[in-house]
């Protein structure tokens, strides 16, 4: 066990005994048991985020929970603070949230109704929205930024996606390409569009299933975005789906609640969703199975891109 678990569980009132790992993606998660059920306890890797966005992510779910989205709530240590150090790894605790994991790299096991959790999710997303748009943050708060300088911009959040060494000097300068006229279409619609606190990780892998309930969690990536680029989050990995045009649809509807959604805007913002993991692999190309993300990435952007620049050519 981690020499850091056994010195934040019992900040928590955890026997570290009764700690065990259960994920080890971008951040650690371990499953305390203690009074009251189960918890997540969770380590946050050193340098992705201030101890301002932590905080900030914490009080952002804790509205969404209290506004009755079925979020993890966050759980104060015995000292009554949301984030406790442990030298430099930041760790909080969160409610452990029922249900089963939706599926990986967009898959739906066990899902016979496709559409109808799209247009399920769709609404859940539409909820979530108009929580934050209703809330005033609080002082200090503070989040990352999905705009145009996020997204497009000379340092996006996700990394220089335009440097990732499996595009071929042909493919780069189509992603250039792209990136220009992307940015040219963005700065002109940008203040007409719906922008505020999206999840913007609205993945199978963060969508839990309980009973007939859908559960969002892992808002590590949470801030300020378009909402159309919440959308396009869930349905890039349901791209090359037989069924895509109807969860695209089904999708559109359950959201509908919220707004009517545009879909030359949402085409780009599929495009800038699938550039991003261009650049979020980079550092990652040496790990376990990081070669197949890049090129799955790469094989994912390249016919975006391409259609992007052939039908904005002139």
Do not use: C
Not at 195 to 206: M, R, S
Not at 212 to 241: N, P, Y
């Amino acid at each position: 066990m981690s020499k850091v678990v056994k010195s934040a569980a019992p900040l928590w009132g955890f026997d570290p005994a009764r700690v065990s790992l259960v994920a080890a993606r971008e951040n650690s998660v371990w499953r305390a048991e203690g009074e009251g059920g189960s918890y997540a306890l969770r380590l946050h890797r050193p340098g992705y985020r201030t101890d301002a966005e932590l905080l900030s992510e914490l009080q952002w779910m804790e509205m969404l929970a209290k506004g009755g989205l079925t979020v993890p709530r966050p759980i104060p240590s015995l000292a009554g603070r949301l984030v406790e150090q442990i030298g430099d790894t930041s760790v909080d605790v969160l409610g452990w949230m029922p249900g089963r994991m939706l599926g990986e790299k967009g898959g739906m096991p066990g899902i016979t109704d496709r559409p109808g959790l799209m247009r399920q999710l769709g609404a859940l997303l539409a909820r979530l929205h108009d929580l934050s748009d209703a809330w005033t943050p609080p002082p200090g708060f503070s989040r990352p930024k999905w705009d145009r300088a996020g997204l497009l911009g000379k340092t996006p959040l996700w990394g220089p996606f335009w440097e990732n060494p499996d595009l071929t000097s042909r493919q780069r300068d189509t992603v250039l390409a792209a990136q220009a006229k992307a940015l040219a279409a963005l700065a002109a619609l940008e203040g007409g569009l719906d922008y505020g606190l999206i999840h913007a990780d609205a993945i199978t892998e963060n969508i839990m299933v309980d009973g007939d309930r859908l559960v969002l969690i892992d808002f590590d990536d949470g801030g300020w975005g378009f909402r159309d680029f919440e959308l396009a989050t869930v349905l890039m990995r349901q791209l090359d789906r037989p069924d895509y045009p109807a969860l695209r649809t089904a999708l559109i509807d359950g959201y509908a609640a919220r707004r009517r959604v545009d879909a030359r805007v949402l085409d780009l913002m599929l495009l800038l969703r699938a550039l991003t993991y261009l650049g979020w692999i980079i550092p990652r190309l040496s790990e376990p199975g990081g070669a197949e993300r890049s090129a799955r990435a790469v094989a994912t952007a390249l016919p975006l891109a391409q259609a992007y620049v052939r039908g904005h050519d002139g």
